[in-house]
């Protein structure tokens, strides 16, 4: 048996009302970052880290 | 710490603002105590309500939090109210005693925080000798037994010896690192030579990147990327997520996840957010559980998804393929650079895009503070040709030939053929 004087938790919350409409968001995220990082494999981004320069 | 950890909701607890350090880069101008600070006993109601509106975890902060004569009573009621008691530290002053105490009293986890190398540190931090108190200090936590990490605000001092960083850090013993980029606020804001521009991110990253890689393989500390590290760029699951396929940024959290108090009862929804822009109430005049409830200032991230959401972004935010998930970012990121929130140039999503387009971009501060806690100033953004030359008199313009590689690094795989 529970207390029903203690006061529901209000935290966390969740900032989305519509469980759908999250779904699509971080699916279409996450296909755009598997793009991203097919990208960087396959090519390398636009600059690499110099690891050789600065070597102390 | 245990791997299974994970946080649910989040309480972050400025319970002073005295300080033994005088940070360059303090978003709160630490320094002095403010001038009504809670009382123990209203710091252990707040305690009480803490855990009564659904908080898991609170991590004491300062100013310094030890320099609050009854900190560990407070430490000692928020683990007795069923929550993990953590603190973040500039670790300057903790005895092998302070951490048996602090043992004693429930503290679960330490953050301390360490800004450079030991010239960089002792510079940024405003004191020296404070490098070697910080790696003393996290010498005792091992002794006594609590796992402690490392926090590290990443700017144009401190870049370029982030490899030497993990490795002082690991080699002492830390589990976790989080990593943060110093934005302008508070003292920041008056030193805003010393934060990374926008551009220079395209160089931050794969270093950063190469890091967390080679965290991951040693094993020891976990990379934690603060809230406004990434967004959506090819390194984003590597630093936020551990490489989970859904480790990414889903938006700030502020009110929903994660509060932040002030010592003198203010209350917002994230610690670091700007006093005046955010504030919900005062712990002495209302509720918590009221503020949380009602207080504006701390649900303007419950209207994810509608239009509102996307109305309050602007700039390249406003046009991005992520701006409905990621809504601007870091929320106080955003707001103090343009003293509005909703348009993040901290993002390595946005600089590789400016990129592609032959764009960088450079800010440079329109307006100062007005030198209270938590307080910003405003930056204009100018876009300029991504190979024209770099502006005169900028000596610490960070480049990835100024990173300091130890030859350890050398071993370490080439980070594309990695990803």
Not at chain 2, 8 to 22: D, F, G, H, P, R
Not at chain 2, 136 to 159: D, H, K
Not at chain 2, 363 to 373: E, M, N, S
């Amino acid at each position: 048996m529970t207390s029903s004087s203690q006061p529901s938790p209000l935290l966390p919350r969740s900032g989305w009302q519509n469980e759908q409409a999250l779904l699509k968001q971080l699916v279409k995220a996450k296909q755009a970052l598997d793009a991203a990082e097919l990208t960087a494999a396959l090519w390398g981004i636009r600059r690499q880290p110099q690891t050789s320069s600065h070597t102390i | 710490m245990s791997e299974q950890y994970f946080r649910i909701s989040y309480a972050v607890w400025e319970i002073t603002l005295k300080c033994n350090l005088a940070c360059s880069h303090c978003g709160s101008r630490a320094g002095q105590a403010r001038e009504k600070e809670l009382s123990t006993g209203e710091a252990l109601d707040v305690v009480r309500q803490l855990a009564e509106v659904g908080i898991k975890e609170v991590t004491l902060i300062g100013g310094e939090a030890f320099l609050r004569p009854d900190w560990l009573e407070i430490a000692r009621a928020i683990t007795g109210a069923g929550m993990l008691c953590t603190m973040t530290t500039g670790g300057y002053g903790i005895s092998l005693d302070m951490a048996r105490r602090m043992k004693e009293a429930g503290i679960g986890v330490v953050s301390i925080s360490t800004d450079g190398m030991e010239e960089t540190h002792d510079r940024l931090r405003g004191r020296k000798g404070s490098w070697k108190s910080g790696a003393r200090t996290m010498s005792y936590l091992r002794e006594v037994g609590i796992p402690f990490g490392c926090n590290t605000q990443i700017n144009r001092l401190s870049a370029p010896e982030m490899p030497l960083i993990y490795e002082h850090i690991r080699d002492l013993g830390a589990e976790a690192w989080q990593i943060q980029l110093t934005v302008p606020m508070g003292n920041a804001a008056d030193n805003a030579d010393i934060l990374m521009q926008p551009s220079e991110l395209l160089d931050l990253y794969p270093m950063l990147a190469r890091i967390a890689q080679r965290a991951e393989r040693e094993g020891q500390v976990k990379v934690r990327a603060g809230n406004n590290i990434g967004y959506y760029g090819p390194y984003e699951r590597l630093l936020r997520g551990g490489g989970e396929a859904w480790g990414f940024w889903q938006g700030c959290n502020a009110g929903l996840s994660t509060l932040g108090l002030e010592a003198d009862g203010t209350i917002k929804g994230c610690p670091s957010l700007p006093t005046a822009a955010y504030t919900g109430g005062n712990i002495r005049h209302r509720a918590l559980r009221d503020i949380v409830e009602h207080a504006a200032e701390l649900r303007f991230n419950l209207n994810a998804g509608t239009p509102e959401a996307i109305d309050s972004l602007w700039g390249f935010c406003k046009t991005c393929q992520f701006a409905e998930l990621c809504r601007g970012g870091c929320t106080w990121t955003a707001h103090v650079f343009f003293d509005r929130r909703g348009n993040n140039p901290y993002c390595h999503h946005r600089a590789l895009e400016q990129a592609k387009r032959g764009v960088r971009e450079r800010f440079y501060p329109k307006r100062q503070a007005q030198g209270l806690p938590f307080d910003n100033g405003e930056f204009a953004i100018v876009e300029e040709p991504l190979d024209a030359p770099w502006i005169e008199h900028d000596p610490l313009h960070f480049t990835s030939d100024r990173i300091q590689w130890s030859e350890s690094w050398l071993k370490e795989p080439e980070l594309a053929m990695a990803l």
